[in-house]
């Protein structure tokens, strides 16, 4: 995904903080910062450059790890449907 947004590198090493509650997530160091951060209303790289490549960053990582804890939230249900077959192969739906 990072080649598709014009990032084929990727991000390197760095620490990734995601909270669990809202969208936020901080990235020490950010390409070119020292941190990078993304929350409501605000995407921020603090002493660099990289804003698009943050916010790209961010907002998938903070849906891909918080998916779990959403969908155990009062009121999120979820049932099994009937399977899908496709090539012969099964498959279970949600």
């Not at 909270?19 to 995407?43: I, K, N, Q």
Request: glycine content about 10%; charged content about 15%.
């Amino acid at each position: 995904m990072f080649a598709a947004k014009g990032h084929p590198a990727g991000l390197g090493a760095m620490q990734a903080t995601a909270d669990v509650t809202t969208p936020r997530v901080s990235f020490t160091p950010f390409p070119g910062s020292a941190t990078g951060l993304f929350e409501p209303g605000r995407v921020a790289v603090i002493a660099g450059d990289g804003l698009r490549l943050l916010y790209f960053t961010s907002y998938a990582l903070w849906n891909y790890l918080c998916a779990p804890f959403l969908l155990a939230r009062p009121g999120i249900a979820a049932a099994e449907i009937e399977p899908w077959t496709e090539a012969g192969q099964t498959w279970q739906r949600l």
